[in-house]
T-cell receptor, first 112, second 114 residues
């Protein structure tokens, strides 16, 4: 029973397309995150939501729009995809405070 | 904002020897310091963490030390085994009012030589 699940696992798409990545957690956590891992393996936060409310937006282009229909789900929609968007996107959840994250398995996005 | 530096970027260690990875952080308000292990093609997984009220924590072959004055923390792996080969990330955060976020170091690729 996967704690944080992301779909799809792989996504190959052309420049200019719009795509979505879905994330769901069954841990009962209040806080969810999107992180981007680039080709050099650097993990950088994009967004965080606490109980459906946007808390952190780390200077991410407006083409990226997160949506949290409820505290168990955090989706990421990307408009007008660019080559530089190619990366692995990780969803994560946490019970907040000084507790670690549980990461999803990642979505490898390749823009061609 | 917080900035976390991690060294070395790559580390090769003979099986059975110890490995040490070091991190420094910039924000003196940070109070939570986890370490993650990421195997090739897998998700980062929490292996150990330490909070600012503790100087050292150990879990079997893994230990973490924290020096708040120097804003420095380290991961120690003893009796290394081939399955320890992975990328390791340190991170730091401040537990606020639901706005905490982990800032990660740049990662250390650890290779255990059989």
């Amino acid at each position: 029973d996967t704690a944080v699940s992301q779909t799809p696992k792989y996504l190959v798409t052309q420049m200019g397309n719009d795509k979505s990545i879905k994330c769901e957690q069954n841990l009962g956590h209040d806080t969810m995150y999107w992180y981007k891992q680039d080709s050099k393996k650097f993990l950088k936060i994009m967004f965080s939501y606490n109980n459906k409310e946007l808390i952190i937006n780390e200077t991410v282009p407006n083409r990226f729009s997160p949506k949290s229909p409820d505290k168990a789900h955090l989706n990421l929609h990307i408009n007008s995809l660019e080559l530089g968007d190619s990366a692995v996107y990780f969803c994560a959840s946490s019970q907040g405070g000084n507790y670690g994250y549980t990461f999803g398995s990642g979505t490898r996005l390749t823009v061609v | 904002g917080e900035n976390v530096e991690q060294h070395p970027s790559t580390l090769s260690v003979q099986e059975g020897d110890s490995a040490v990875i070091k991190c420094t952080y910039s924000d003196s308000a940070s109070n939570y310091f986890p370490w993650y292990k990421q195997e090739l093609g897998k998700r980062p997984q929490l292996i150990i963490d330490i909070r600012s009220n503790v100087g050292e924590k150990k879990d079997q072959r893994i230990a973490v030390t924290l020096n708040k004055t120097a804003k420095h923390f380290s991961l120690h792996i003893t009796e290394t085994q081939p399955e320890d080969s992975a990328v390791y990330f340190c991170a730091a955060s401040y537990a606020g009012f639901g706005n905490e976020k982990l800032t990660f170091g740049t990662g250390t690729r650890l290779t255990i030589i059989p």
